[in-house]
């Protein structure tokens, strides 16, 4: 199976910065899309960023211009650079990662989630 295990959370202040990680570990033979969705207190888990196999990116709106995801494939970790943060910010983020494993027969596709990092935005 494929383990993801994030790092970078913590308590900033309004427009500041942040970058999360997450680094994928197992027998992973290819990597299809890298995501990180975040929830905030009381609301649904939302798709912040997307980085793609191609490395074609995606944002919510609300992040645009402010978050960028990239990726290390080589050390198959995922970043997210998070600039301009605001209190609406605030939420636990989760990395996202599908792809492919190898198992005893053939490979499996594998949908991983991490554990999850708090993000506080607050003076």
């Known amino acids: 199976q494929v383990q993801l295990v994030e790092s970078g959370g913590g308590l900033v202040q309004p427009g500041g910065s942040l970058r999360l990680s997450c680094a994928a570990s197992?027998?992973?033979?290819?990597?299809?899309?890298m995501d990180w969705y975040r929830q905030a207190p009381g609301k649904q888990r939302e798709l912040v960023a997307t980085?793609?196999?191609?490395?074609?990116?995606n944002y919510a709106d609300s992040v645009k211009g402010r978050f960028t995801i990239s990726r290390d494939k080589a050390k198959n970790t995922v970043y997210l650079q998070m600039s301009s943060l605001k209190p609406e910010d605030t939420a636990v983020y989760y990395c996202?990662?599908?792809?492919?494993?190898?198992?005893?027969?053939?490979?499996?596709?594998?949908?991983?989630w991490g554990q999850g990092t708090r993000v506080t935005v607050s003076s």
């Open positions: 996202h990662v599908e792809g492919a494993y190898a198992s005893t027969w053939s490979p499996r596709h594998f949908n991983s």
């Open positions: 197992g027998s992973i033979l290819s990597i299809d899309a």
């Open positions: 980085i793609t196999i191609l490395g074609a990116t």
